[in-house]
């Protein structure tokens, strides 16, 4: 296999049964505003999949693209196709694809702030039709997961801190017992230490609960721990993928996403700056 730094964009996928397949999107916004160009990725059965860039480079838009939440926003795929477990999900509605295990947890930790804990989590299971009892049993997976929620159960969301109300996305999700969970910016305002724990329960649950995730990360260290494969997304296009540790052995990912070179940390004026290698450009 040939490294990241040598391989073109896209040549390569992750390893495993394809889950979820993005190829070769458009989106477009207000029909004239052209956000996407050509994206294409794919998610394997199980994996964890780090979709990687700036703020604006198109993360969040290829999820939305993903879960159908773009018309919502006036936006639309008007080239290209996505297929989730081979069907292409373009005329599915977001609950169509809830009911298939496709779920997202938006940026920005949304909950509803009146609600207590638990019934956030509850509203996690509204398409579910397998009883009280089922949904008792994943409200205690949950719990299982994330214990500090427990001991939160009856605290109104919107008193909880920053970190319990990503967790509480999160547990929200996982009570629709989900396939694959489109995770948009979940390190967003949260300390390290915060961050480090969230990681850590996503790792658990696509470890013990085969879950799969595509994590749109802005904090390119923590997500290549945790994920095997990445795409880099610049300006709306796919710049770099490749296996998560070859990604961060990168020069170029070092270099203008860690603020790092061969000859360590570099200031935020040296690296915003940079020349783009001809290798990056699409």
């Known amino acids: 296999m040939s490294t990241a730094t040598e391989k073109t964009a896209g040549t390569e996928a992750p390893q495993g049964e394809t ?26 059965e199980g994996g964890v999949v780090a979709l990687l860039g700036a703020n604006g480079a198109g993360k969040s838009t290829t999820l939305k693209a993903i ?34 295990g496709v779920i997202q947890v938006m940026e920005g930790r949304h909950c509803f702030e009146h609600l207590t804990v638990e019934e956030n989590l509850l509203t996690g299971a509204y398409t579910r039709g397998d009883g009280s009892g089922a949904i008792r049993d994943s409200l205690e997976k949950v719990y299982h997961y994330f214990p500090r929620l427990k001991e939160r159960r009856s ?20 009570m629709a017992n989900p396939s694959m969970i489109l995770l948009d910016e979940p390190s967003m305002g949260l300390a390290p230490q915060l961050v480090e724990e969230i990681f850590e329960i996503v790792n ?25 494969y990445g795409y880099i997304l610049e300006n709306g296009r796919v710049v770099m993928d490749g296996e998560a540790r070859a990604l961060s052995d990168n020069e170029d990912v070092k270099e203008f996403y860690l603020g790092l070179d061969s000859g360590g940390r570099k200031s935020f004026r040296d690296v915003k700056h940079y020349r783009r290698r001809k290798r990056w450009l699409a």
């Open 204 to 228: 658990a649950l696509n470890k013990q609960e085969r879950v799969s995730f595509l994590l749109a990360e802005q904090n390119t260290m923590v997500a290549l721990k945790y994920a095997s």
């Open 67 to 100: 879960s159908n939440l773009l018309r919502a926003e006036r936006g639309d795929v008007t080239k290209g196709s996505i297929t989730y477990r081979g069907e292409n999900v373009h005329a599915m509605t977001p609950n169509d694809l809830v009911r298939r």
């Open 19 to 44: 889950l979820l397949s993005v190829n070769n999107i458009e989106v477009i916004y207000d029909h004239v505003i052209l956000v996407l160009k050509g994206v294409s990725l794919e998610v394997p």
């Open 155 to 174: 605290s109104q969301a919107g008193y909880t801190s920053g970190g319990e109300q990503q967790m509480t996305a999160l547990g929200r999700a996982l």
